[in-house]
Nanobody, 122 residues
């Protein structure tokens, strides 16, 4: 059974940084595009960032572009989200996703993590 396990969330102040990690033991990691979504209270889940299998292609929501960086280590089956200059509006539960090649470009994802809470105080 494949599981995506997020870690690294917490409570920080505006302007601080956090790095989220998502480990995917049991996944043929290098064959999947990996991504991050987030969901704030009372809002729909939204795309944050994604990275293709070879790390050559990354994509970001406009709201985080220039502040967040997604990266992956295929040897460790782990994807990261470095979040800098955090804002209160970044407060949300952050979810890791894995998407097989046949689903890239669609809204279908093969696996989701359980989420990790990020809270940014002003």
């Amino acid at each position: 059974q494949v599981q995506l396990v997020e870690s690294g969330g917490g409570l920080v102040q505006a302007g601080d940084s956090l790095r989220l990690s998502c480990a995917a033991p049991g996944l043929t990691f290098s064959s999947y595009a990996m991504g991050w979504f987030r969901q704030a209270p009372g809002k729909e889940r939204e795309f944050v960032a994604s990275i293709r299998w070879s790390s050559t292609s990354t994509y970001y929501a406009d709201s985080v572009k220039g502040r967040f960086t997604i990266s992956r280590d295929n040897a460790k089956n782990t994807v990261y989200l470095q979040m800098n200059s955090l804002k209160p509006e970044d407060t949300a539960v952050y979810y890791c996703t894995a998407q097989s090649a046949s689903r890239v470009g669609t809204a279908l994802y093969d696996y989701w993590g359980q989420g990790t809470q990020v809270t940014v105080s002003s």
